[in-house]
């Protein structure tokens, strides 16, 4: 009970369960027929006892590649180091993806020329490492009246910036605010 109290006292512990390979292997192989590639093995269709047999000739796996052709497509290898692999081609997609990366800038609908001057520089920065930016106008209370100069304000933006981005969403009315999308250009070859 003391332990119980103290927070150590966690429940009943599930069993271990053993996760199921993503691929038929071997004796799981429900097809009668299989198309069989791999090295050192002609290429061909194979009734599945003599697929089997040559891949224990060679002390490999009989992996099924392609379950939903007709006849399933199999493949001799060594079935860890084909998920290794697998793995591995998987990290290196998502490391070429590439992240789009969002910058807002803000601004109110009497925005100084000064400030402008200043967020329009860090804008400009923005797109030329290749980064989208969000333009907005946030208008507090009654300001709401003075949209025109938001929207006036936001086109004034976006052609000052025309030289290294283009707008992507015109200046359009969300709530209290005006959003102005600019994704930078394509670089030139």
Same mark, same amino acid.
């Given at each position: 009970?003391? %332990?119980?109290?103290?927070?150590?006292?966690?429940?009943?512990?599930?069993?271990?369960?053993?996760?199921?390979?993503? &691929? !038929? *292997?071997?004796?799981?192989?429900?097809? /009668?027929?299989?198309?069989?590639?791999?090295?050192?093995?002609?290429?061909? *269709?194979?009734? %599945?006892? #003599?697929? %089997?047999?040559?891949?224990? =000739?060679?002390?490999?796996?009989?992996?099924?590649? /392609? +379950?939903?052709?007709? +006849?399933?497509?199999?493949? *001799?290898?060594?079935?860890?180091?084909?998920?290794?692999?697998?793995? $591995?081609?998987? $990290?290196?997609?998502?490391?070429?993806?590439?992240?789009?990366?969002?910058?807002?800038?803000?601004?109110?609908?009497?925005?100084?020329?000064?400030?402008?001057?200043?967020?329009?520089?860090?804008?400009?920065?923005?797109?030329?490492?290749?980064?989208?930016?969000?333009?907005?106008? &946030?208008? !507090?209370?009654?300001?709401?009246?003075? $949209?025109?100069?938001?929207?006036?304000?936001?086109? $004034?933006?976006?052609?000052?910036?025309?030289?290294?981005? #283009?707008?992507?969403?015109?200046? !359009?009315? =969300?709530?209290?605010?005006?959003?102005?999308?600019?994704?930078?250009?394509?670089?030139?070859?």
């Amino acid at each position: 009970m003391a %332990l119980k109290k103290a927070g150590f006292f966690r429940g009943p512990r599930m069993p271990f369960k053993k996760k199921e390979p993503e &691929h !038929k *292997i071997n004796e799981r192989i429900t097809a /009668s027929e299989v198309r069989l590639t791999g090295e050192n093995v002609e290429t061909g *269709i194979y009734p %599945l006892a #003599k697929a %089997l047999e040559l891949a224990e =000739e060679q002390a490999l796996d009989l992996v099924e590649i /392609s +379950p939903n052709a007709v +006849p399933p497509v199999c493949r *001799i290898i060594d079935y860890s180091k084909f998920l290794y692999e697998q793995k $591995k081609k998987q $990290k290196e997609i998502k490391a070429k993806a590439k992240q789009t990366i969002i910058k807002d800038i803000r601004f109110g609908p009497n925005t100084d020329d000064h400030d402008f001057q200043f967020k329009l520089k860090h804008a400009t920065a923005f797109l030329q490492a290749g980064e989208k930016v969000r333009a907005y106008v &946030h208008f !507090k209370g009654r300001a709401i009246v003075y $949209k025109e100069r938001g929207e006036i304000l936001l086109l $004034k933006f976006a052609q000052a910036l025309e030289e290294f981005g #283009k707008v992507e969403l015109f200046p !359009k009315l =969300e709530g209290k605010r005006m959003f102005l999308t600019l994704g930078p250009k394509a670089a030139k070859k």
